[in-house]
């Protein structure tokens, strides 16, 4: 098979994989496509965790048709049992020539194991088909199974001077109607929604995904919030929603209202006398979460972005002057030279209604 | 002649005046073609003031194939002596057929007379070919000669999230190499480099053109400080560079010494405890300053801001977060409330080097 065709054939596996953005959540989302003398007699994609995998999908969408075929499947196939039983034996059942890897899986139950199963049976596997992209689309999967801590992506909205509210916290509607649409599916693609319970004071967010365009399969990210001596109001509106909302406090003296009204609640070591945002990283990974949302304040930014806690920021920047008389985007006390400041790679720049995103990863 | 001919030859024309961007200041930059048959029989150019206009330079490449010919001229002919003799003249000399006008010229000695000349003997005369290409491209002068006062440019270098300094005033580099040279260009279009005695005090500037590879025929921008008590330095870098320097004061009793540093000082009325901006746009465009570059502080850049006396903003975006510690990019002690705020009209974005250029006129 030619690299064009197999760029094109991952290109298309890629892109059914995409599909389970919003819903494969913890599972990583995968894509296959199987190829029979240059033409493509099945596709599937991964939904939803404990639903049939990607090549299975495709394998029965192609029947009889596998026999013979090239599998693309985006990450190396499982050859282990979980939910589900092991792609790898469905794949050789089938009877398909080779198959095609995007990347392998870090995971440790897989790591090797299932290219390893399909060679010793003389089935010849490729690696590393389209890996920048893939890698990319699962950053978070691919962040957590190989650190223990989810991928942190920061969101804010801001003026063009940097400013995300007035002095006096005045801040409805800094970004436009098209960037709080683009904000929802930033939520649906996220396992968590973390924030401080200086926002949650101020602002009685939901953080839910409310676009009925946006199909989660009735998942909500979890809400998680640090909140040092437990000052959740019993009517944060958080708490009367759908889906769970976890506190991590240093202090869990008032604990008992909230879990009644519908709380989780871990305790944590204090970090200069702030909740240890890296220990909340860490029980997030544990908690099977791939990708955090981070909406919050300038203290929680700050504080996320001088412990080198940020993996990406996605900065909806609004075509205004706000001024002085302001709050701006990162509370960072201790950068005093100007040699403190943090270098950013822009990946990518867009309009969204009348306001500039700006995707941006931290430069190493 | 087509539409489509009109547009490509008037085109050309406008390239051909923007030769002058840097060297016909305080004149509007023009260009002139004269086509003949489908095919350019001679171009020219406005290059400095007191040297011949554009039409007399393509009636002079032209020679005797002007007879007969289409002449396309940015902006109308002049019907006036000035420096030079009336453009009209000379290309009711030369035989033109027929004369295509971008724009008419609102300077009050032309205004008109120069297509009633031409029209008067017979040569007809079509307006408003690349209308708003013109006007973009003489904004300055179009704008000084309509209200009295010069376009104002405002520059400001800030990072991502709107900081232009370090609390401390720790502010070099910013921006990138190739930011500080595009901001050589914008100061070679500029009449005139307007700061505030802080900035003076703080860095020392020059304000000059240093870049060889910009032809200005010499000429450096005027250098204006608001400078309300004359606390400019003796030893001040600009008073010794090439160029004039030009202070605005409330209080000159110490006027003395530097006028014979070589800086030219005019007292104006306070307005807020601050020289009054207004004032000094109104007496820079009586000295024929069409186009004002800002290159100031936040104080100096709020009080523009406020008074709506900016045109434009040119913001060069360094993709770094430089934090809380700093100075932000306005001063605007009185906007309190997020209805406060100015918005924009994006009117280009780019990269210059790692940094983004964004380009915005303040929303009518």
Redesign the interface.
């Known amino acids: 098979m030619s690299d064009q065709a197999d760029t094109a054939f991952m290109t298309q596996a890629l892109q059914l994989a995409e599909r389970g953005l919003f819903t494969a959540h913890p599972n990583p989302m995968v894509g296959c496509v199987l190829v029979s003398d240059g033409d493509i007699v099945g596709e599937g994609w991964h939904k939803v965790a404990g639903a049939a995998h990607a090549e299975i999908n495709a394998l029965e969408a192609a029947g009889a048709a596998a026999k013979g075929a090239t599998a693309y499947v985006t990450l190396e196939p499982c050859s282990h049992h979980g939910k589900t039983p092991p792609c790898v034996d469905a794949l050789i059942d089938a009877g398909v020539a080779d198959v095609v890897v995007g990347i392998q899986d870090p995971n440790p139950d897989v790591n090797g194991r299932g290219i390893a199963a399909l060679e010793k049976v003389g089935i010849p596997v490729r690696v590393g088909v389209l890996k920048e992209q893939i890698e990319q689309q699962l950053s978070g999967f691919l962040r957590r199974v190989t650190t223990g801590r989810p991928f942190v992506r920061l969101k804010m909205a ?6 995300i509210a ?3 916290g ?3 509607w800094i970004s436009g109607p098209e960037s709080r649409a683009d904000v929802q599916r930033l939520r649906a693609r996220s396992g968590a929604i973390l924030s401080g319970i200086g926002t949650v004071l101020a602002d009685d967010p939901s953080f839910t995904v409310r676009d009925p365009d946006i199909e989660t399969c009735g998942r909500q990210p979890l809400r998680v919030v640090l909140d040092k001596d437990l000052r959740m109001p019993l009517s944060a509106e958080m708490l009367a929603l759908p889906g769970a909302t976890l506190l991590y406090c240093t202090d869990d003296s008032k604990r008992g209202p909230l879990i009644e009204a519908g709380a989780d609640i871990v305790k944590v070591r204090a970090v200069d006398r702030l909740v240890d945002a890296a220990a909340v990283l860490d029980d997030l990974g544990r908690r099977e979460v791939n990708d955090v949302l981070v909406e919050a304040g ?1 203290a929680l930014a ?1 504080n996320l ?2 412990n080198d806690l940020v993996d990406e920021l996605v ?1 909806y920047q609004a ?8 709050m ?6 201790t ?4 040699s ?7 990946i990518d ?1 867009c309009q969204v209604g009348p306001d ?1 995103r ?1 995707t ?1 990863r931290i ?1 190493g």
Chains 1, 2 share one sequence.
């Not at 801001?158 to 400013?163: E, F, L, T």
């Open positions: 801001c003026s063009i001077d940097g400013c007035m002095a006096s005045q801040s409805e300038p700050g972005i001088s900065i075509p205004h002057i706000m001024g002085s008389e302001t701006g985007m990162f509370r960072t006390p950068w005093t030279e100007l403190d400041r943090r270098s950013l790679d822009i720049t500039t700006i941006a430069a």
